[in-house]
């Protein structure tokens, strides 16, 4: 089996292994903040993060449970932000692993 096409099968493996975990524990900030977005954003709009975005802002006001919540997002959102790095510099490996052989040629 070639290498580029292992590192990107262990790339999609990754990758789907990650997602799973991220929609299985994905808080629901929006359901768990809600109140306390309506106490500290009161002039903002629901939509678009900003529930997310006030409780981060207010973080060490708002409820334990909120907290928890937008701690967990940060969390899951990071791991996502790492798969996806890796799935990229997996690529820029098969990329020049690619052109190693080619030159070689």
Do not use: W, Y
Not at 24 to 41: S, T
Not at 57 to 76: G, I, R, Y
Request: charged share 30%; proline share 3%.
């Amino acid at each position: 089996m070639k290498l580029r096409t292992v590192v990107i099968a262990s790339s999609a493996l990754s990758l789907l292994l990650a997602g799973q975990a991220f929609a299985a524990g994905k808080p629901k900030v929006n359901e768990v903040c809600l109140a306390d977005f309506h106490k500290f954003c009161p002039s903002e709009e629901l939509g678009r993060g900003k529930v997310i975005r006030c409780a981060r802002a207010h973080l060490d006001n708002v409820t334990p449970d909120c907290k928890s919540a937008v701690e967990a997002a940060n969390t899951a959102n990071e791991k996502k932000r790492e798969a996806k790095a890796a799935k990229r510099d997996g690529a820029k490996t098969a990329s020049s692993k690619k052109s190693a052989d080619a030159s070689a040629s």
